[in-house]
């Protein structure tokens, strides 16, 4: 089985993500998405680049997936809030031939529709969580965006709660685990140790990975480099329960996003 995480950026980079769903979306069972943009009904690019129909656009270049979508801030384009019908969130895709137990989505941060202006402390965060019945045995995928505040991605009270709510969600749901997404922390933290300490395997501390935010990152926001916290190289984790046996995994320095792909290869 062949996961994918991948923060989208809302697609402000837009031919290069398309290319990149292209390639992998035949061999991939499952995509988990972050800083998704959805609607039925707009097909406009926003002011940022952002487009606000992306969910949509995936689903068309791969007609073998089916997708869930859980929304975060209606009318946001990764800056502000537009009057537009689209919303803001995290997104799974599976390929249709995966049968779905059950799913479920939650807050793990704040509410829906709480962002105050540009406080960014107010924007509320979501898990998505999807069971398959997979060769006989289950298999729980959650796809999860962490709040980005406050901006050193070190430990606070609210993020120390957003992993335990994962947790608690998801651990005690029969079968083996999977859980990935942009988790805005770093290694260290103590948010990320809470995970391991449940007995999932961090994947990007196990295969030694040096960043998951890429050289693409440093293009599209130079002044990171010299900002208050420096450039932070981590961000987004996958965690395995100790039951899944991994083949490969690779987090890929491609310019298809401000982050980079974790793709996860199982035997």
């Known amino acids: 089985m062949k996961v994918i995480s991948l923060n989208c950026y ?31 009904t707009s097909g406009k690019m926003l002011p940022t680049g952002a487009r606000s129909n992306l969910l949509q656009e995936i689903l068309k ?7 869930s979508f859980s929304g975060m801030q209606d009318g946001f384009d990764t800056q502000e809030i537009h009057g537009e019908d689209f919303c803001f969130g995290v997104a799974m895709v599976w390929k249709k031939d995966l049968q779905v137990v059950q799913q479920k989505d939650f807050f793990i941060y704040r509410g829906k529709n709480q962002l ?21 045995g289950l298999l729980t995928v959650c796809s999860a ?23 608690d969600e998801v651990g005690g749901l029969e079968g083996e685990k999977i859980i990935m997404g942009d988790f805005n922390l ?9 995970f391991e300490k449940a007995g999932f395997k961090n ?20 002044e990171y480099e010299t900002g208050k916290y420096g ?10 329960s100790p039951g899944i046996d991994v083949n490969q995994f690779q987090v890929p320095d491609v310019p298809i996003s401000d982050h980079l792909p974790m793709i996860l290869v199982t035997k």
């Open 10 to 40: 809302a697609g402000i980079v837009y031919e290069p993500l398309l290319d990149f769903i292209r390639e992998h979306g035949p061999s991939t069972d499952i995509f988990c998405f972050q800083e998704m943009v959805s609607s039925t």
């Open 61 to 67: 270049l791969l007609p073998e997936h089916q997708g």
């Open 116 to 136: 105050v202006g540009k406080d960014w402390s107010t924007l509320g965060s979501t898990a998505l969580v999807v069971q398959f019945k997979i060769d006989g």
């Open 203 to 222: 994947l990007v501390v196990d295969h030694g990975i040096q960043t998951t935010r890429g050289s693409h990152m440093r293009v599209l926001f130079p």
């Open 145 to 167: 965006h962490g709040t980005s505040y406050p901006s050193d991605k070190l430990d606070s009270p609210e993020r120390i709660m957003q992993s335990q709510k994962i947790l």
């Open 231 to 240: 450039f932070q190289e981590f961000a987004d984790y996958t965690f395995t």
């Open 186 to 194: 770093f290694p260290e933290t103590e948010s990320i140790r809470l």
